[in-house]
C-alpha cells in the first residue's frame, strides 16, 4: 500500500470523551478499518498503536461523535526516501512475516496518467457558437441496440453504473444503485454475482415485484452480466432484465478472474449464486466454455436466441491491447464495448494488479474509438468509458475523446458514502456498502442512499450539459477531440490529443492511430 | 409428431419453430449439425435430435427433456439449471460445464473439461472422459463409467465423483473414499433409469481433500 506512513493521526484530548472518562467511548477504534486505534482492555484507555497504517480516510472523524480527531497528510516520503518509502519497507516486512501478498479494495493509489492534464477548448467567435444552457437544448441521450434488437435502450444520460457484483456490494447497495438508475433513466448491472430480486423492479422504477407501484420516473435498466463463473445464471437470469453484458476483463484485475472466500458466501449470497453456503466461489480467469474468438460468436448467438432477439448484447473489456480487442467485440456482434482503464476500482484485487498491470483509462480510449472508426460502426456500436470517472469534467473528456457513455463505479461508492479506505476486501465497510453484516448494512437505508446517487447523476448531467454547450455543441454526439488539448507531454503521446499552444498533436500522431497487428506468442 | 428439417436453416429460424411447436410433444430436428447453441434455454417439452448436433446443444436448458440419437459437439448442456439431456454418441470438448441441476446423460466418450464447474447437476458419462473432468466441481455428481485421463477431479471443491475405470492422474484436493450404501443405491438407480450395464459396488468415489483447498 502506497499510502502506509502518508498521514498523521491527531486526537484533540481536550474534547475526546475517552480521554475524560476512559473506557466511556471506544468509536474511532470500533470503525477504523486499519487498526490504528487500540483500547487497552485493562485501563479502558484509547492508545494510537498503530500510527503508520492511516490511509487517510477520515472514517474515524466522521464518527467521532465530539469531532475530537484530525487527520493530516505526513510530509511526502516520494521526495525523501524514494524509493524505500515507508509503505515498501512495512510491504516488505509484512510479506517476509506472513508470506502473503497484499489483497486490497477500491483502485489505484498512485498518480497514474488522467483526465487531468487534458483541457477543454470553450467556444469563441472562430468557431460555432457557444450554446445558451438556460434557453437552448442539450441532447443527452444515448440509444443502445438500435436496428439490432426488439428493445433498444434509450439512455436518458450518458451514464451507467458499471457492474458491481452482489457479494463485493451489500443487497442494499445494489438496491440503491437500481433506485438511483430508476430516477435518472440510465442503467445498473447485476455484476457477476447473480441478481439481486429486487433490482428487477427497482431498477425500472417499481417498488413491488408486480409491476404495480411506479414509484421513480423515467424509470432505468437493469443489465445482466454474464461471466466466467456463472454465478446464478439461468434462462431466466439472462432474461430479467435490459441487456446482457458479457465480460472479458476489467480494469482494476484484467486477465484475472475473482475468487469471493468461502467466509463470505453467506445464506443469502449461496441462494443467488446457486452454490452451498460456505464454498468459495472461484470465477476464472476465462471462460472454461469459450476456445476461440468463434465461440465466442456462437456464445453471442445463443445469448441473443434465449433472449429472443429482444436485448442489446454489450462486452467490458479490460484495458489490454484496445484495438485488436475492441475489433474482435465488434467482430462478435457487441451492441455496446465497455473499456475500463488502469484506474478502474474494484471489491478487491492484489495490491500490484490494481496498481500496476493495464493501460491508463485515457490511453485506452484513441485506439478503441479507431479501431470502431475502422469497421464503420464509430457511434453506431456505443463506446462506454470506466476507470476514475468521478464527474462531469471527466465525462465530457471521455466522450469527447470519442466514448459515447461513461460509468462510475467508484464514484457510486463514493456517492453512496464511501470514504475511500481501500480496505473493501475485509468485508466490515462502515457504511455498509462492501459489507454483507447485517449491522453494517443497517447502516445503508437504499431509497435514502438511491437518492444520492440520483443527486450525484443529475449534478454531473448538469457539468456535462454545461461544457457541451460552451464548446458550441448541441449534444453529446457532436464531441469530438478537436474539444480537447493535452497540457503536457506525456498526455499528448499518450492519447493523440493535440499539444495545447502548439495546436497540433505531436508528429508520430500526425497520421492518427495506426494498428499494429497482434500475433499471438510474440515476444 | 413435428418434424423440422433444419438443412441449411439459421438457428433464429429453427429456434422460433421449436418455440412454436413446443407443446405438441415430442419435437423431431434433422439435419442440424451446422447449428451451435440448438434447444437453448427451453423449461419443458421433448425435443428429438436425429443425427449430430454442434456446439453449445442444450445451452441453457431450464427443463426439457432433450436427445441427440448421433455425436455432439463442444459444451453440451452448458450452463443447465433442469431438464435431461442425453446424448447416444459421444461429446466433445466440455460437456456439462457450470450445469445448477437437471441429468446430462453421454453413452460414447466425453472430451477434456467435462464438467467443470458443475455445480449441482449429475453428469453421467458411461464410455471414458479426457483429461481435467470435473474441474472446480462445487456440488453434484459426475458418474464416468469407463476410464478418465490427466488431472481428473482437480480442484474439486464439493460433490461426488464415481468412476468405474481407471484414471491417469487424480487431480488437486482430491481423496479416495469408501463407498457408502447410499452410494451404492444412488448408482445403481441411475443405472437402472439409463440402461447401463454396470456394477456399482466396482466404483470408486472421489470426493474434496478440504472443503476450502485455496486458502488456509
Ligand atoms: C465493489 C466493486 C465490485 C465490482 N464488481 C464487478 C463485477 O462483478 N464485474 C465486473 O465486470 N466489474 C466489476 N467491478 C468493476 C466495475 O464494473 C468498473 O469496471 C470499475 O469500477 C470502473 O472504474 P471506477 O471504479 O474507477 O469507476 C467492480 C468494481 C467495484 C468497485
Ligand atoms: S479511520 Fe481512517 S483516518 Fe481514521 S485512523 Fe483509521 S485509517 Fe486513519
Ligand atoms: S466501500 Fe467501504 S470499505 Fe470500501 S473503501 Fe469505501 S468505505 Fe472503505
Known sequence: MTVVGAFCVSVNREVCINSRMPGKCATCAEVCPHGVYALDAYTGEMRIRNYNACVGCRICAEFCPEDAIRI????????????????????????????????RGFGTQQPTPHFDTITVVPSQIASPEPRDKYREECDLEVVIGEGTCEKPLHLKLP?????????????????????????????????????????????????????????WEPGGYLIIQWSTGRWGVSTDYVNSGDAVEVKIGQGAKPGMGGHLLGTKVTEEIARVRGIPVGSDALSPCRYYDVQTLEDMKHMVDFLRDVTN????????????????????????????????????????????????????????????????????????????ALGGIRNGLDAFKAMAMGADAVGFGSAAEIAMGCRVCYACQKGNCPYGITSQKPEMRARLDPIEVGQRLANFIHACAEEVKILTMLSGHNGISELSTEDLRAMDMTTAALTGLKLAGYDRPLSFWEEGYKPVAVKANDN | MTVINAKAKDLKTISSKLKESLNEDPIEVKNASHLHGLVAGLKHGEVII???????????????????????????????????????????????????????????????????????????????????????????????????????????????????????????????????????????????????????AEFTKIVAASEKPFYK
Open chain 2, 50 to 200: 436425429q443425427g449430430n448436433a454442434g456446439d453449445y446443444f442444450g445451452v441453457l436448458n431450464a427443463g426439457a427433456t432433450i436427445r441427440v440419437t448421433g455425436d455432439v459437439g463442444n459444451y453440451t448442456a452448458d450452463n443447465m439449471t433442469s431438464g435431461t439431456i442425453i446424448v447416444e454418441g459421444n461429446a466433445g470438448y466440455g460437456a456439462g460445464q457450470y450445469c445448477y441441476d437437471g441429468t446430462v446423460i453421454i453413452y460414447g466418450d466425453a472430451g477434456d473439461f467435462t464438467a467443470t464447474m458443475n455445480k449441482g447437476a449429475t453428469i453421467i458419462v458411461v464410455g471414458n472422459v479426457g483429461d481435467e473432468t470435473g474441474t472446480y466441481m462445487l456440488d453434484g455428481d459426475l458418474i464416468v463409467v469407463g476410464d478418465a485421463g490427466e488431472n481428473f477431479a482437480n480442484f474439486l471443491i464439493r460433490g461426488n465423483v464415481y468412476i468405474g475405470g481407471k484414471w491417469n492422474s487424480l487431480g488437486h484436493n482430491t481423496r479416495v473414499e469408501e463407498l457408502t450404501h447410499e452410494d451404492i443405491e444412488k448408482l445403481s438407480g441411475y443405472f437402472q433409469t439409463y440402461d447401463i450395464k454396470a456394477d456399482p
Open chain 1, 72 to 103: 493530516n497528510p505526513a510530509e511526502s516520503e516520494y521526495l525523501s526516501r524514494y524509493p524505500w518509502t515507508l509503505a515498501t519497507v512495512e510491504e516488505i516486512h509484512y510479506k517476509a512475516q506472513t508470506g502473503e501478498y497484499l489483497l
Open chain 1, 309 to 384: 432477439y429482444q436485448f442489446p448484447i454489450l462486452f467490458k473489456l479490460g484495458p489490454s491491447r484496445p484495438y485488436d480487442d475492441v475489433a474482435a467485440c465488434i467482430e462478435l456482434g457487441a451492441d455496446a464495448i465497455s473499456i475500463d482503464g488502469l484506474v478502474g476500482g474494484t471489491g478487491c484485487s492484489p495490491d500490484i494488479v490494481t496498481q500496476g498491470v493495464g493501460i491508463p483509462t485515457i490511453a485506452c480510449l484513441p485506439p478503441a474509438v479507431q479501431a470502431l472508426k475502422d469497421s464503420g460502426v464509430h457511434r453506431k456500436v456505443k463506446l462506454i
Open chain 1, 159 to 215: 451514464f451507467v453504473w458499471p457492474a458491481m457484483s452482489f457479494g463485493a456490494l451489500s443487497k442494499e447497495a445494489k438496491m440503491a444503485l437500481a433506485i438511483g438508475a430508476a430516477q435518472t433513466g440510465i442503467a445498473t448491472n447485476t455484476g457477476e454475482g447473480g441478481l439481486v430480486d429486487e433490482e428487477m423492479w427497482l431498477a425500472r422504477g417499481y417498488l413491488d415485484k408486480d409491476f404495480t407501484k411506479k414509484e
